[in-house]
């Protein structure tokens, strides 16, 4: 069970726009900036998003980034096939002695 | 460019330990502001966060895991270790090292490596 709550999978077609949610609480999003990951299968995770709605060099400005209040989301606009992987959230949880904590993932499916 | 890579032995029996290294090339591990952590991924789980170490030795780990973890930072060979002691089979996963940048706030885990597959069994 993770401590970061997102929908097990999520899909959409080419071109379209789909968001992602991560829902935590007071002591994990409500408090602490929330990073986004893309894992494509077999490879390990890249980073999409860090402090709520940066993008690293070299990511695309179609993927953005949100928080507010104890939830987050990632959107996705203009869906392309090769946005199909997994997504995950992350940020600190200051209850359990800071440790980084993760969202379940969200396998996205282009259709 | 920097790059991560990770070794160490891919077969371990319950109860001996699991010991992995990080290599890092392309940037200094001695900068202060990095946080060299330690992920792991079980097949077809979500990804899990060991800890972290930082230049001056000071770790976190995380609480489920802190009785059986270890980390070591080399600074003069460029790489930093992970020891988790006593495995068992739900220590079978992918491990992955990475890097955190800080300056006041995360910039996230920006440089990972490929992952090295550990796997527990008798």
């Known amino acids: 069970q993770s401590v970061l709550t997102q929908p097990p999978s999520a899909s959409g077609t080419p071109g379209q726009r789909v968001t992602i949610s991560c829902s935590g609480s007071?002591?994990?999003?409500?408090?602490?900036?929330v990073s986004w990951y893309q894992q494509l299968p077999g490879t390990a995770p890249d980073l999409l998003i860090y402090?709520?709605?940066q993008r690293p060099s070299g990511v695309p400005a179609r993927f953005s980034g949100s928080k507010s209040g104890t939830s987050a989301s990632l959107a996705i606009s203009g869906l392309r096939s090769e946005d199909e992987a997994d997504y995950y959230c992350a940020t600190w949880d200051d209850s359990l002695n800071g440790p980084l904590v993760f969202g379940g993932g969200t396998k996205l499916t282009v259709l | 460019q920097v790059q991560l890579q990770e070794s160490g032995p891919g077969l371990l029996k319950p109860s001996q330990t699991l010991s992995l290294t990080c290599t890092v090339s392309g940037d200094s591990i001695y900068s202060g502001r990095y946080y060299w952590t330690w992920i792991r991924q079980a097949a077809g789980k979500g990804l899990e966060w060991i800890g972290h170490?930082?230049?001056?030795?000071?770790?976190n780990y995380n609480p489920s895991l802190k009785s059986r973890v270890s980390m070591s930072l080399e600074t003069s060979k460029s790489h930093f270790s992970l020891n988790l002691m006593s495995v068992t089979a739900a220590d079978t996963a992918v491990y992955y090292c990475?890097?955190?940048?800080?300056?006041?706030?995360?910039?996230?885990?920006?440089?990972w490596g490929q992952g090295a597959l550990v796997t527990v069994s008798s």
């Open positions: 990475a890097r955190e940048e800080r300056t006041g706030y995360s910039h996230g885990l920006d440089y």
């Open positions: 402090r709520n709605n």
């Open positions: 170490i930082q230049n001056s030795g000071a770790t």
């Open positions: 007071s002591s994990n999003i409500g408090s602490n900036h």
